[in-house]
T-cell receptor, first 115, second 113 residues
């Protein structure tokens, strides 16, 4: 069974600064997918970034990048140049490769942006 | 681009009543998932369907049932509602081969009073 752990329930960052959200996971699979989802106050679930475990290169999407350490089963999210609109709950998640594998979420980290 | 459509967006029911939530996946997506997110909680997997057949089941109460129809839309039926069923219910869909990404709808808010 897969598990995802986010050890930081809340974090704060000054606007324009950089923040890193931590995530560790456990899986018996050799290949899988990892995701970060953002859930703003509207409660919509928005995909921020995706990483395929078989790729060594860290994924990057504009101001968002990940530090994927497969051996350590670590998958942190770095947000650069933080903006007020980044304030949200961030969920780390994993999924297997099978066609209908479900997504398993961590407990989430609430990110506050300080003006 | 078309997204996952859920209806109704908001629903208020009384205890012991029945509620039905509908989900219309992204066109051509073959897998549908249902998640329940309680207040301050992470989304919990309920059930999924692949090509109209149930493929996996999570912590779904026996009072809940779901199915996927021939047009791929799905319905989540909840009976004998309890106060604890008040939550945001997400439907999500995916397509085999689409880089394994699951796309979520905006959710249906169920309040049981």
């Amino acid at each position: 069974a897969q598990t995802v752990t986010q050890s930081q329930p809340e974090m704060s960052v000054q606007e324009a600064e950089t923040v890193t959200l931590s995530c560790t996971y456990d899986t018996s699979e050799s290949d899988y997918y990892l995701f970060w989802y953002k859930q703003p106050p509207s409660r919509q679930m928005i995909l921020v970034i995706r990483q395929e475990a078989y790729k060594q290169q860290n994924a990057t999407e504009n101001r968002f990048s990940v530090n994927f350490q497969k051996a350590a089963k670590s998958f942190s999210l770095k947000i650069s140049d933080s903006q007020l609109g980044d304030a949200a709950m961030y969920f780390c998640a994993s999924r297997g490769l099978n066609r209908d594998d479900k997504i398993i979420f961590g407990k989430g980290t609430r990110l506050h942006i300080l003006p | 681009a078309a997204g996952v459509i859920q209806s109704p967006r908001h629903l208020i029911k009384e205890k012991r009543e029945t509620a039905t939530l509908k989900c219309y996946p992204i066109p051509r997506h073959d897998t549908v998932y249902w998640y329940q997110q309680g207040p301050g909680q992470d989304p919990q997997f309920l059930i999924s369907f692949y090509e109209k057949m149930q493929s996996d089941k999570g912590s779904i109460p026996d009072r809940f049932s779901a199915q996927q129809f021939s047009d791929y839309h799905s319905e989540l039926n909840m009976s004998s509602l309890e106060l604890g069923d008040s939550a945001l219910y997400f439907c999500a869909s995916s397509l085999v081969g689409s880089r394994n990404t699951i796309y979520f709808g905006e959710g249906s808010w169920l309040t049981v009073v």
